[in-house]
Antibody, heavy 121, light 112 residues
Framework: EVQLVESGGGLVQPGRSLRLSCAAS????????MHWVRQAPGKGLEWVSG????????GYADSVKGRFTISRDNAKNSLYLQMNSLRAEDTALYYC??????????????WGQGTLVTVSS | QSALTQPASVSGSPGQSITISCTGT?????????VSWYQQHPGKAPKLMIY???KRPSGVSNRFSGSKSGNTASLTISGLQAEDEADYYC????????????FGTGTKVTVL
């Protein structure tokens, strides 16, 4: 069974940093692109970032470009999101999601349960 | 790039059919047959219901169907059931521009 388990969320002050992790199991991790998608409280879904199987292709939403960095460690079956210069508007539930292809560009399935990031002083 | 436009809410009685529209642009929905739909129950993670405009993943009821015409995609739920009450989001690949993916604004489906 494919499982994605996010961790690393919490309460952080504006301007500080946080690193999210996503532990993957149940599939050959380095055969697939991966993504981060977030959902602000009571709001809709927003794609944040995606990374191809070998980290050769990476994309970011304009809202996080220059502040967030996505990475993966295929040896550890793990996906990461380094979030710097956090803002109140980054407050959201962050989901890790699997892409059905190695390069990305398709859809998201499955999703983890999410990890909550709250940016507040 | 703006979010895809969905109606805020759609309702129907058990057994009826409803359709949720998802309007984008020629840069996203209109350019790629990579529209997907997600169902989200309160407090739960989104679940893939439709991919590549009209394909259903294994395990998803055939009461769910998708289509596309021009810049507008649609999700139809036939034989509406109480368990279908949830939020639904469309999503389209938008190419190599940023963002690469655009989600819809979301639609709350209520079963009367």
């Amino acid at each position: 069974e494919v499982q994605l388990v996010e961790s690393g969320g919490g309460l952080v002050q504006p301007g500080r940093s946080l690193r999210l992790s996503c532990a993957a199991s149940g599939f050959t991790f380095d055969d697939y692109a991966m993504h981060w998608v977030r959902q602000a409280p009571g709001k809709g879904l927003e794609w944040v970032s995606g990374i191809s199987w070998n980290s050769g292709s990476i994309g970011y939403a304009d809202s996080v470009k220059g502040r967030f960095t996505i990475s993966r460690d295929n040896a550890k079956n793990s996906l990461y999101l380094q979030m710097n210069s956090l803002r109140a508007e980054d407050t959201a539930l962050y989901y890790c999601a699997k892409d059905p292809s190695i390069f990305g560009g398709f859809w998201f399935d499955p999703w983890g349960q999410g990890t909550l990031v709250t940016v507040s002083s | 790039q703006s979010a895809l436009t969905q109606p805020a809410s759609v309702s129907g009685s058990p057994g009826q059919s409803i359709t949720i529209s998802c309007t984008g642009t020629s840069s996203d929905v209109g350019s790629y047959n990579l529209v997907s739909w997600y169902q989200q129950h309160p407090g739960k993670a989104p679940k893939l219901m439709i991919y590549e405009v009209s394909k259903r993943p294994s395990g998803v009821s055939n009461r769910f169907s998708g289509s596309k015409s021009g810049n507008t995609a649609s999700l139809t739920i036939s034989g509406l059931q109480a368990e279908d009450e949830a939020d639904y989001y469309c999503c389209s690949y938008a190419g190599s521009s940023t963002p690469n993916y655009v989600f819809g604004t979301g639609t709350k489906v209520t079963v009367l």
